[in-house]
T-cell receptor, first 109, second 118 residues
Framework: GQNIDQPTEMTATEGAIVQINCTYQ??????LFWYQQHAGEAPTFLSY??LDGLEEKGRFSSFLSRSKGYSYLLLKELQMKDSASYLC??????????WGAGTKLIIKP | GAVVSQHPSWVICKSGTSVKIECRSL??????MFWYRQFPKQSLMLMAT?????????EQGVEKDKFLINHASLTLSTLTVTSAHPEDSSFYIC??????????????FGPGTRLLVL
């Protein structure tokens, strides 16, 4: 079967760094996406990785290792507004998105 | 770029009525649009995938006669919840994918529609 695993909840301190991990087992691979979803709102696109390595976008970076079926989202200089759920999703060989359950990130002052 | 709108953002209706939700890609052409449902504190659940000009593909357990999807153009898809009941109350979110060389396979989400059926 297809499976995406990510932690249910994480807590971090304002100004710190947090890494949210995602492991996956899917039928084929056409890229991995990270989305941010604030409570009561729709998801917003953060990043897309299809090749191994690190992609950096401002305070957010995303890393992919296809051989390990592993990705992480790194958030630096955390701000209170970063409190949200972070969704990992993998596109399989049929170009279908397989969604993780999301990681709720709680930022404390 | 990559803006997706949904209308209405909120709808309250009586049990038994039908509700239509529109999803539009404002600045790109979407070859594929997706409809999701999300109950409070739960994960996104894909309901159906629609390609312009063809019938939608529904996920297992989603009644196609109850949730009518029309993808009439490359910028518009509609979801009609027919004979809505209180258990259909949820957050309905659409997403759109261009699937071209410029925008790739990324799904861009609309802001969602909250449906409350009394």
């Amino acid at each position: 079967g297809q499976n995406i695993d990510q932690p249910t909840e994480m807590t971090a301190t304002e100004g710190a760094i947090v890494q949210i991990n995602c492991t996956y087992q899917t039928s084929g691979f056409n890229g991995l996406f990270w989305y941010q979803q604030h409570a009561g709102e729709a998801p917003t696109f953060l990043s897309y990785n299809v090749l191994d390595g690190l992609e950096e976008k401002g305070r957010f970076s995303s890393f992919l290792s296809r051989s390990k079926g592993y990705s992480y989202l790194l958030l630096k200089e955390l701000q209170m507004k970063d409190s949200a759920s972070y969704l990992c999703a993998v596109m399989d060989s049929n170009y279908q998105l397989i969604w993780g359950a999301g990681t709720k990130l709680i930022i404390k002052p | 770029g990559a803006v997706v709108s949904q209308h209405p953002s909120w709808v309250i209706c009586k049990s038994g009525t039908s509700v239509k939700i529109e999803c539009r890609s404002l600045d790109f052409q979407a070859t594929t649009m997706f409809w999701y449902r999300q109950f409070p504190k739960q994960s996104l659940m894909l309901m159906a995938t629609s390609n312009e000009g063809s019938k939608a593909t529904y996920e297992q357990g989603v009644e196609k006669d109850k949730f009518l999807i029309n993808h009439a153009s490359l910028t518009l898809s509609t979801l009609t919840v027919t004979s809505a009941h209180p258990e259909d109350s949820s957050f309905y979110i659409c997403s759109a994918r261009a699937g071209d060389s410029l925008m790739g396979e990324t799904q861009y989400f609309g802001p969602g529609t909250r449906l409350l059926v009394l």
